[in-house]
């Protein structure tokens, strides 16, 4: 299952469908839309073998979508940082202008705006009335899938638990085609901190009392996003599938723009100046170790990356992943418990041997 995460790799680096744009983080990206992988869950747990994945951190993601979560300080206490940047921004202008961060950390990426982040997250963890007031990344995820918000016929606001009535739904009539769980809402993301890239799952089962989850995604960092979306949505199926007496089967991950970014400056430039080069040297890999080549190409030819966004470039990990053989799929159980009291412990992961960490940059 691994394969077919390297082969939608390869696909977006050498497909003629494939584009360079640039993105709206200031990174050049190499980008394919319309994609889609199916991980068949009887065969092991989804969860990426070329490169270490951090799992704490998918797991803790989870638990704090499943309870609703839109402030990060759960996400901090357990020393969870990939919502820190989006959490920091989503503030960042009234933190400033109530003098609590300087001027100089509005610029992405700077030193300022990296000593900003340690602090505010660090503040986060130790001040509870400050995490409460500015530890809010908005109605993302948790929030919309725990609390969605609408007004009935009669005026009058309501709320709605979609995960709830999507199990109790599950119980009484697996094989329904509504069992549709929503994590965008359009008004709410012109407030959030970023719009929802992971922004639906359908979930079907049949007589059989077999269940599959497909995610339609818009945005996908394919490097450093994607491996977490992938293992968090088949553990969410299996919770699903446990808490409505059903069995999990298929995992399907439908792609919008699946990309890797390129770093900004000179090195995105370069890239796109080489753009078909690299595209042609990747057609003509045949066995895994001539990634290495590739590889070998890039280091001697890119420019430096500039040293506040050092790590933004996934071109050369994902090469470098490209070069590794797939290992064993590991095996993960779940206590078959209500979804909104799971705690870590909870989550045993068996038989995981990655290849090596492969150390980036989140672009936020």
């Given at each position: 299952m691994v394969k077919q995460y390297l082969d939608h790799s390869r696909e977006i680096l050498a497909s003629e469908l494939t584009d360079f744009k640039g993105g709206s983080k200031g990174m050049g990206l190499i980008s394919l839309f319309g994609y889609q992988n199916r991980y068949d869950l009887k065969k092991g747990f989804p969860l990426l073998t070329t490169k270490k994945i951090n799992v704490n951190w998918i797991i803790h993601e989870l638990i704090?979508?499943?309870?609703?979560?839109?402030?990060?300080?759960?996400?901090?206490?357990?020393?969870?940082?990939?919502?820190?940047?989006?959490?920091?921004?989503?503030?960042?202008?009234?933190?400033?202008?109530?003098?609590?961060?300087?001027?100089?950390?509005?610029?992405?990426?700077?030193k300022d705006?990296?000593?900003?982040?340690?602090?505010?997250?660090?503040?986060?963890?130790?001040?509870?009335?400050f995490a409460e007031r500015w530890g809010e990344v908005g109605r993302l995820y948790g929030s919309q899938w725990r609390h969605w918000k609408y007004v009935d016929d009669n005026g009058n606001p309501q709320e709605l638990d979609q995960i709830g009535t999507l199990i109790d739904s599950l119980r009484k009539k697996p094989t329904s085609k509504r069992s549709i769980v929503v994590g965008s809402n359009p008004?709410?993301?012109?407030?959030?901190?970023?719009?929802p890239c992971h922004i639906l799952f359908h979930v079907n089962g049949n007589e059989e009392r077999q269940m599959d989850l497909q995610l339609y995604q818009r945005s996908c960092d394919m490097f450093l996003g994607?491996?977490?979306?992938?293992?968090?949505?088949?553990?969410?199926?299996?919770?699903?599938?446990?808490?409505?007496g059903l069995e999990p089967r298929y995992f399907i991950h439908s792609f919008g723009d699946s990309h890797f970014y390129t770093g900004d400056g000179e090195r995105a430039q370069w890239y796109k100046d080489h753009f078909s080069d690299l595209q042609e040297?990747?057609?003509?890999v045949?066995?895994?170790e001539d990634y290495l080549e590739v590889l070998g190409w890039l280091d001697k030819n890119l420019p430096k990356e500039r040293e506040e966004t050092q790590g933004m470039d996934h071109i050369t990990a994902i090469i470098k992943q490209l070069s590794r053989d797939p290992r064993q799929l590991p095996?993960?159980?779940?206590?078959?418990?209500d979804f909104d009291k799971l705690v870590i412990d909870d989550f045993t992961i068996k038989g995981y041997d990655p290849h090596p960490y492969i150390k980036r940059t989140m672009a936020v």
């Open positions: 704090w979508f499943l309870r609703g979560g839109s402030n990060i300080k759960y996400l901090a206490d357990n020393k969870v940082n990939i919502w820190d940047g989006n959490a920091l921004d989503h503030n960042l202008r009234k933190l400033v202008a109530e003098g609590i961060l300087p001027e100089s950390a509005l610029e992405r990426y700077s705006w990296e000593s900003a982040k340690e602090e505010y997250v660090q503040r986060i963890r130790e001040d509870h009335e008004g709410d993301n012109l407030t959030v901190s970023q719009p994607v491996p977490f979306n992938i293992a968090s949505y088949a553990m969410l199926a299996q919770i699903i599938a446990q808490q409505a040297r990747v057609r003509e045949r066995e895994r095996t993960l159980k779940i206590t078959n418990k």
